[in-house]
């Protein structure tokens, strides 16, 4: 079946320098999309970015990611993070283009320090 | 905006006991709801895509006759943990895909803990 990997465990980072969280995949679909879910305490899962294209840069929030497909890759990336930016951050995918049928990732937890 | 509610939010049952747990979709209609467990130390695992006027696909491990869901209309969903046992304990999470935007929006969930 489909799996997600991700950095795992905490990972700090002091405001105002950047972020990268690892997320790779296994897939035997080929309609697939790829998405990064931010959490904050106490919070509903919120969609921080979405692709299904492969090698375009998608953006949001000042975070963005590509899609890799020759190295199964869908890394998030931040060039300057903010104390807003502490939560708990999933990658998935979905094995339909609807994105309603999500495999995810463990989750990696950001803490940004001042 | 969009909104997904969940009741309740924490729930606590006796072991071999059944509990009841519902997903709300405010300010969008939702064309699928699909449910998550969440165990302790565990990634989200899909238990049901429920989309209405369809049958209701249960993955691997999951089925109807522990976790019986209803989907009566596009904005209600709920679903049923039939004699829980310690192994259901976990957060239970419903994801509600938008029929305008197709963004899948989450409720906050429903953590179970069972005694």
């Known amino acids: 079946g489909d799996s997600v990997t991700q950095t795992e465990g905490l990972v700090t980072v002091t405001e105002g320098l950047p972020v990268m969280l690892n997320c790779t995949y296994q897939?035997?679909?080929?309609?697939?999309?790829f998405f990064w879910y931010v959490q904050y305490l106490n919070e509903a899962p919120k969609l921080l970015l979405r692709s299904s294209t492969d090698n375009k840069r998608t953006e949001h929030q000042g975070f963005h990611a590509t899609l890799h497909k020759s190295s199964s890759s869908f890394h998030l990336q931040k060039s300057s993070v903010q104390l807003s930016d502490s939560a708990l951050y999933y990658c998935a995918l979905s094995e339909n283009s609807a994105g309603n049928k999500l495999t995810f990732g463990i989750g990696t937890r950001v803490l940004v320090r001042p | 905006g969009a909104l997904v509610y969940q009741y309740p939010r924490r729930t606590i049952c006796k072991s071999g006991t059944s509990m009841r747990m519902e997903c709300q979709a405010v300010?969008?209609?939702?064309?699928?709801v699909a449910w998550y467990r969440q165990s302790p130390q565990k990634t989200f695992e899909l238990i049901a895509l429920s989309t209405v006027n369809s049958a209701i696909k249960y993955e691997q491990n999951f089925t109807q006759e522990k976790f019986p869901i209803s989907h009566p209309n596009l904005s209600f969903s709920s679903m049923t943990v039939l004699n829980a046992y310690l192994e259901d304990r976990g957060l239970y999470l419903c994801g509600a895909l938008s029929r305008d935007s197709y963004e899948q929006y989450f409720g906050p969930g429903t953590r179970l803990t069972v005694l």
């Open positions: 897939t035997a679909y080929s309609d697939v999309a």
């Open positions: 300010g969008f209609q939702a064309t699928s």
